[in-house]
């Protein structure tokens, strides 16, 4: 059963640009969140999205935005990219949404640097 | 709001010797607590929770974790450490005021010496 898979890896960007990040769940899980990693900060949760809604939202600006697909995929995006936007991205993948599933299932991550 | 700490940004322990990472928590209600490991490169793995029960849980590759409703805590074991143990350790709360997310600690890095 394959895992958890983020595209792409490392990305780098420079400030004002946009970005995109993308998630592809484990096959039957319908939940998928996002978190920001930074060294400083630990994992910060973006959002959570189940049945192509989003269902709940951390302390983010609008800047940060996400989807969900019919078929679980998610996005996620950055809009105005900003120096402290740089961190590695996770997402994580579980069969119902957190508060019912407790085990989530985490991707490798996107690394982004913006310069 | 629900939180957990993880005092110790660095754990340093010799192979062979028990480890202990230290989490505690603040929780309104009953707590949910978990611990992740992230190896170097990687994302986030699941190696056990605490929902109600034993307040000692076992989990995966040896680990286990203690619960302690006095002390509000939920430290981390393994009696035998492995170099293969090295990694970032996380503490995670599930926050049911926020439709259940789960909220994690800073992490603590445990190296492993042989």
């Known amino acids: 059963k394959a895992g958890v898979t983020q595209t792409p890896r490392y990305l780098i960007k420079t400030r004002g640009q946009q970005v995109t990040l993308s998630c592809s769940p484990i096959s039957g899980h319908r939940s998928v969140s996002w978190y920001q990693q930074t060294p400083g900060q630990g994992l910060q949760f973006l959002f959570e999205y189940f049945s192509e809604t989003q269902r709940n939202k951390g302390n983010f600006p609008g800047r940060f935005s996400g989807r969900q697909f019919s078929n679980s995929r998610s996005e996620m995006n950055v809009s105005t990219l900003e120096l402290g936007d740089s961190a590695l991205y996770l997402c994580?993948?579980?069969?119902?949404?957190?508060?019912?599933?407790?085990?989530?299932?985490f991707g490798s991550g996107t690394q982004l640097s913006v310069l | 709001a629900q939180s957990v700490a993880q005092p110790e940004d660095q754990v340093n322990v010799a192979e062979g010797n028990p480890l202990t990472v230290k989490c505690t928590y603040s929780?309104?209600?009953?707590?949910?607590l978990f611990w992740y490991v992230q190896y170097p490169n990687r994302g986030l793995q699941f190696l056990l929770k605490?929902?109600?029960?034993?307040?000692l849980v076992k989990g995966s590759y040896g680990f286990e974790a203690e619960f302690n409703k006095s002390q509000t805590s939920f430290h981390l074991k393994k009696p035998s450490a492995l170099v293969s143990d090295s990694a970032l350790y996380f503490c995670a709360v599930r926050d049911d005021n926020q439709g259940g997310k789960l909220i994690f600690g800073q992490g603590t890095e445990l190296s492993v010496k042989p």
């Open positions: 605490y929902i109600t029960g034993d307040n």
């Open positions: 994580a993948s579980s069969l119902v949404r957190q508060g019912l599933d407790e085990k989530l299932f």
């Open positions: 929780v309104s209600g009953n707590p949910y």
